[in-house]
């Protein structure tokens, strides 16, 4: 294993300048918001005043092949993390599904992904992270020092400190994931499976995809470098190749049309494919891009287009043109026995198809984390998160409305969100769902309180995104189909989102 010894002083260098940034806005008893260079947050963004720049953070400084860990910093994306480790024949246990989102990122946020049923939240598989506290003091914190601190800002969007390093597990690695595709006629039968499939233990991966309310799949993966004899080798990178979501709906519509009693069908993924299968079309909101400017959508135009919808893309578009504003991005975390009466509700108020499923472990409380609100739970228990994806209400009034419905009919059903996407609780409603005491705690142990607080830089004010949603170009060009459509494709461009779409490590690579 080559020296780590050049890299890891020039990130003590650097570590020590974001220090000495944070400590001159805590003497000076101001706030200060992180700037990491990214973001797969659905919240608008903020004005870059009073910020720390950790965009240099952005390496993979060791991969240690014996201890199955390695040592990253913040800012790496997933798709650098995977090309990285598997160059040593290893992977992370938990690999965020779209490339760009960072570690960084999959610890202060909520990443619960295919392989989250076996080994939890992104956050999960990390053994220790390197810190600067609000008030500049740089520290170590795992599950033997600082403990508290180490699991509550996990979650926290960076409320207690600002992550600067973080030592990963990692796994053996595969050639291929070998993915079955089962199909259900109702999410009763698709509840029931993914309990079954999350049982296996000779699984790696499971998920589920929701066309209708009587059409979907459970996708089951198992990592091996033996697919069985005459299994398809199929891939999701190149511009020709199907979107995950349709190859998905092809292969359960195949099934059912072939002779009864053959077992469901099976492909052998190459590893990384499988891992950011995703990426192109951002699971199936890249549609909504063809449905935004009236182009067909097929075969042919999502080939021709096919730099411009991938994530990295999509979101800076989003963003940039104020979309995202009439855009529902919500990931729900449910009780498996609700499951089927929040579809039913999210059929009857939003029509959104496809939904996302996907079982996950929870995380020990107190937790920022998503949970299950029953007291009387246990963290073992398992949960499910349902993702709902796609236009709202075409009025501010009507779209404000529904999303804080849709807050309410999770209260009820024991549910909680992700914190990444628009969050219109008050602080009452919002803090009646955490532990608001641990938190304050941690927050003055930690002397965190120069920092904005969770609810700080999740809340929405409601009036504030009605008029928000009016469109960001003003005059006659606001909210007007489709300048703000193509000013959002020509900021994307222009910040270089669109190469590094091109460039993404993971295209290809088999």
Not at 20 to 27: E, N
Not at 354 to 364: D, E, I, R
Not at 428 to 444: M, P, T, V
Not at 455 to 474: H, M, R, W
Request: a neutral charge.
């Amino acid at each position: 294993m080559a020296s780590t010894a050049p890299s890891m002083e020039s990130h003590q260098q650097a570590v020590k300048s974001i220090s000495s940034s944070v400590k001159d806005f805590y003497d000076r008893k101001e706030k200060f918001r992180i700037y990491h260079g990214s973001t797969n947050s659905t919240r608008q963004f903020v004005k870059r005043t009073n910020v720390v720049d950790t965009s240099s953070l952005s390496r993979v400084l060791h991969v240690d092949t014996q201890a199955k860990t390695a040592l990253v910093e913040p800012n790496v994306p997933m798709d650098r993390l995977v090309e990285e480790t598997m160059k040593h024949g290893l992977i992370p246990p938990v690999v965020m599904e779209f490339p760009g989102i960072t570690v960084g990122g999959g610890y202060a946020g909520t990443s619960g992904e295919s392989s989250s049923f076996k080994h939890g939240f992104f956050d999960r598989t990390i053994n220790s992270v390197e810190m600067v506290l609000a008030n500049g003091e740089i520290v170590n914190c795992s599950n033997t020092e600082r403990a508290d601190l180490f699991h509550g800002a996990a979650g926290a969007v960076g409320s207690l400190g600002v992550t600067t390093l973080v030592e990963l597990q990692l796994r053996q690695a595969t050639r291929f994931v070998e993915t079955t595709y089962h199909p259900v006629a109702s999410m009763t039968e698709a509840t029931k499976k993914l309990l079954q499939a999350t049982q296996d233990s000779k699984l790696d991966y499971v998920d589920g995809i929701m066309f209708s309310r009587n059409e979907g799949a459970i996708i089951t993966g198992r990592l091996t470098d033996t697919p069985a004899p005459d299994t398809n080798v199929q891939t999701f990178s190149n511009p020709g190749d199907p979107w995950f979501y349709l190859h998905v709906q092809d292969r359960i519509k195949q099934y059912t049309a072939a002779a009864g009693g053959a077992p469901p069908i099976t492909d052998a993924i190459p590893t990384a494919e499988y891992l950011f299968r995703y990426d192109r079309g951002g699971f199936w909101v890249g549609a909504s891009a063809f449905q935004y400017f009236w182009m067909p959508f097929n075969k042919l135009t999502r080939w021709f287009l096919d730099d411009f919808l991938h994530t990295r893309m999509m979101y800076t578009a989003l963003h940039a043109s104020g979309i995202s504003k009439k855009f529902v991005v919500q990931d729900l975390a449910l009780p498996y026995s609700a499951a089927e009466e929040f579809v039913e509700y999210a059929d009857k108020n939003f029509g959104i198809y496809p939904l996302w499923l996907c079982p996950l472990h929870q995380s020990p409380p107190p937790t920022m984390h998503p949970h299950l609100t029953d007291k009387s739970t246990l963290s073992s228990t398992p949960m499910l998160n349902i993702g709902l994806w796609g236009f709202g209400p075409p009025t501010a009034d009507e779209f404000v409305r529904k999303n804080q419905d849709l807050e309410a009919k999770l209260r009820e059903l024991g549910g909680m969100k992700w914190l990444y996407a628009q969050t219109y609780y008050s602080e009452d409603d919002f803090w009646s769902q955490y532990d608001r005491k641990w938190y304050d705690r941690l927050r003055e142990k930690y002397d965190a309180t120069t920092l904005p607080s969770v609810y700080d830089k999740v809340k929405v004010d409601p009036e504030a995104e009605k008029s928000a949603t009016q469109g960001i170009l003003g005059g006659f060009f606001a909210n007007r189909w489709p300048f703000d459509g193509l000013y959002g494709l020509r900021a994307a461009i222009s910040s270089g989102s669109y190469l590094q779409a091109r460039a993404s490590t993971w295209r290809s690579k088999g």
